[in-house]
């Protein structure tokens, strides 16, 4: 399971971008951290066409399978719907990971349980 952003553990960090102009605050072969939505999709096409590393917030399974062939790295999701997500992540065979935001340790079994490829603590996310 990944993790990112617990006290333990060392762990690549999310920054929050809002723009294009944001990505150059980052440092260089940042990890960026974007919301799936209509408004972002000129951020989304740049960050691809430009080989970037970045990760998408999701609200829908619809929205996930987006994500996907928009070449996101890491899928981020609420935990409601992160075992639908995740099911249907192995059987498609995607290449971006599923995550689940969670806020303290009493979820990281729960989400070990049902098989999700890692969790984003609080910490983990950079706004830029």
């Known amino acids: 399971m990944l993790i ?45 066409e430009n080989g970037l590393n970045f990760a998408l917030e999701v609200s829908s399974l619809k929205e996930a399978l987006f994500a996907e062939r928009l070449s996101a790295k890491y899928i981020i999701c609420k935990n409601d719907i992160a075992k639908s997500i995740q099911d249907r992540a192995e059987h498609y065979l995607f290449d971006a990971k599923i995550l689940c935001r969670i806020e303290d340790d009493s979820q990281l079994e729960v989400l070990a349980a049902e098989g999700i490829d890692g969790v984003v603590y609080s910490e983990a996310i950079i706004k830029v």
């Open 4 to 48: 990112f952003g617990h006290s333990f553990l060392a762990s690549e960090r999310f920054y929050h971008i809002s723009s294009i102009d944001s990505i150059e605050l980052t440092p260089s072969s940042s990890l960026l951290f974007l919301e799936f939505d209509e408004k972002n999709l000129d951020i989304i096409s740049y960050m691809q």
